[in-house]
T-cell receptor, first 112, second 113 residues
């Protein structure tokens, strides 16, 4: 058990809809990262937060947004969903910039 | 930009066989290198890491050596077990305060008894 909790585990929704994925980092970890894993693109870095502030952005679409709250949990919001957004979304956390990342078990999003 | 290329799978081996999964990278500066493992239905777990040239990372019988001259970080294990069946990801971090990992596409390993 990595200590990173992601909810829900599975999400099935229709095109055009909006969903929110939630992540609770390991106790004490200030950094949260979001990754998207798909068969064709592999693991793609989306965004990083550190203690509530955005630190780095990767290949995150404008339809996607994220935030990290004062209690350090994070939410990834995906809107105007398309079929191609179907993927496994991972959250990871770390306690300092050069520490290894600890991954949650992911949220599997299926857009129909 | 940074990139990681690892051998495409799937790789199928018999128990006790020798494993090599090749990984090469492109990065500016001196990245840290990692191998992560993903078991079915789970998130990624750090397997081993190396932070500078000629470092050898090792864990659970797996080893990888940071080779700057060949920009490689190949994963090896002398004798695989059925329980090693998983997807293996090579990754790099260019460091700094923005700790962004760049991953390879992953290699599926299946070990048969």
């Amino acid at each position: 058990d990595s200590g990173v909790t992601q909810t829900p585990k599975h999400l099935i929704t229709a095109t055009g809809q909006r969903v929110t994925l939630r992540c609770s980092p390991r106790s004490g970890d200030l950094s949260v990262y979001w990754y998207q894993q798909s068969l064709d693109q592999g693991l793609q870095f989306l965004i990083q937060y550190y203690n509530g502030e955005e630190r780095a952005k990767g290949n995150i679409l404008e339809r996607f947004s994220a935030q990290q709250f004062p209690d350090l949990h994070s939410e990834l919001n995906l809107s105007s969903l398309e079929l191609g957004d179907s993927a496994l979304y991972f959250c990871a956390s770390s306690d300092s910039p050069n520490s290894p990342l600890h991954f949650g078990n992911g949220t599997r999003l299926t857009v129909t | 930009g940074d990139s990681v290329t690892q051998m495409e799978g799937p790789v199928t081996l018999s128990e006790e066989a020798f494993l090599t999964i090749n990984c090469t990278y492109t990065a500016t500066g001196y990245p840290s290198l990692f191998w992560y493992v993903q078991y079915p239905g789970e998130g990624l777990q750090l397997l081993l890491k190396a932070t500078k040239a000629d470092d050898k990372g090792s864990n659970k019988g797996f080893e990888a050596t940071y080779r700057k001259e060949t920009t490689s970080f190949h994963l090896e294990k002398g004798s695989v077990q059925v329980s090693d069946s998983a997807v293996y990801f090579c990754a790099l971090s260019s460091g700094g305060s923005n700790y962004k990992l760049t991953f390879g596409k992953g290699t599926l390993l299946t070990v048969n008894p």
